[in-house]
């Protein structure tokens, strides 16, 4: 499928390729039993790794050959508008391809997670190649309305920069996500949808994750800047969890992504996010207590915008300077080798030390030596994303 994608990928201007991704019909693929044709939106091929050059293409029609599985029935509520079109995956390691939904033409079957053989690829409307080493991870923005053109505008500047320094690689098992965004005054684009998460659902019709951005109203009066600071903490969430299984492990999660947030603030805002929002919500259960800051409900109201677990990635900086490694080097092991090393609830503890050389139980009896304040542990001003996660 690479080679005969090749074939019909287009030189295609940015500004078209943009119009066609705002021009999509927010469909499913469709199966025509008359002609034995599968027609996918859109497709992404790829291998799971950051040393191939992957392919996006849209509008897809091929032939299938042998039917390795098929998922269930699912129900039209699963996907009401304005869900976006799902983006199906080619495996190029397996020779897989992945289809999320698929139904006929008259509904009368509608099926998810459906894998199968390819037999020939009849054509595609566009395509375009990506380089090895750049993400190829797809995200579908549904930006609502009720947002101003200044912050739609400043969101795609903030997801190019982070895909570009913090690239995610999209495989069999996680390749693509919603994000929804809208002001929080406005009528949510879903009922399900609420917040500022990677939030998930599912049931009859199969498990699906997306992105939740619910900009307060007052940000936008007051010009807070959390408006754009809650897109890079979640942005990095969907980076972890492209790497990690810690389901309801809090301060390992919150901790990195509430300070890759300041991180990114004081990098292209020149703010500091940490002294002014996260700093004076400290609590002394961080210092008493630290391993409850293992659970959401534990210290929920201690941790008030991740303070604690911003303060024990922090700490967790600092005694890894101490070892001899340099700021940079500290960040990297944090941001990103911790999560290279795929922690799970069962291992954490052992990669944790594996990672960082200090066992979980020292680590959170060092913390009590620390004082409640994030003085002397904040990242240098000259502190670059791009540096954290290049080698």
């Known amino acids: 499928m690479k080679n005969i994608l090749f074939l019909v990928t287009l030189i295609v201007s940015p500004v078209f390729a943009h119009f066609l991704s705002i021009t999509s019909a927010y469909a499913d693929a469709i199966y025509d039993p008359a002609t034995g044709t599968i027609t996918l939106t859109s497709v992404l091929a790829g291998d799971g790794s950051s040393q191939t050059e992957s392919i996006y293409a849209t509008n897809v029609q091929v032939t299938a050959g042998e039917i390795l599985s098929m998922g269930k029935a699912w129900p039209p509520y699963i996907h009401p508008s304005p869900w976006p079109a799902e983006v199906d995956f080619y495996d190029m390691a397996t020779q897989e391809l992945k289809i999320s939904y698929i139904r006929t033409p008259d509904t009368s079957i509608e099926l998810n997670d459906v894998v199968i053989k390819v037999g020939s690829v009849l054509g595609a409307g566009f395509s375009e190649s990506i380089s090895a080493g750049v993400a190829d991870y797809k995200f579908r923005y549904v930006l609502d309305e009720s947002l101003p053109n200044e912050w739609k505008n400043e969101f795609e500047i903030i997801m190019n920069n982070l895909q570009r320094d913090i690239p995610i690689y999209a495989k069999s098992e996680w390749y693509s996500m919603p994000i929804f965004a809208w002001k929080s005054d406005a009528e949510r684009p879903l009922p399900f949808v609420s917040g500022g998460c990677i939030c998930g659902g599912g049931g009859e019709g199969g498990h699906f994750r997306w992105m939740s951005l619910e900009i307060s109203a007052s940000e936008f009066e007051y010009n807070n800047i959390h408006r754009y600071s809650l897109v890079p903490h979640e942005y990095f969430h969907v980076y972890q969890l492209s790497h990690v299984d810690l389901p309801g492990f809090k301060w390992l999660m919150e901790g990195p992504a509430a300070t890759l947030e300041s991180i990114y603030v004081q990098e292209h805002y020149g703010i500091d996010y940490f002294s002014t929002a996260q700093g004076p919500n400290l609590s002394e259960q961080v210092r008493e207590n630290p391993s409850s800051y293992e659970s959401y409900s534990a210290s929920r109201e201690a941790d008030i915008n991740y303070s604690g677990s911003v303060f024990m990635t922090l700490v967790l900086s600092a005694e890894l300077q101490k ?42 009896s060092i913390i009590k030596n620390y004082e409640l304040s994030y003085d002397g542990l904040l990242p240098s001003e000259d502190l670059k994303i791009s540096q954290i996660f290049s080698d």
């Open 323 to 364: 070892q001899g490694l340099s700021e940079v080097e500290a960040h990297r092991k944090i941001f990103r080798d911790f999560n290279l090393a795929k922690p799970t609830l069962e291992n954490w503890e052992a990669k944790f030390l594996e990672v960082f050389l200090i066992s979980v139980d020292s680590f959170y």
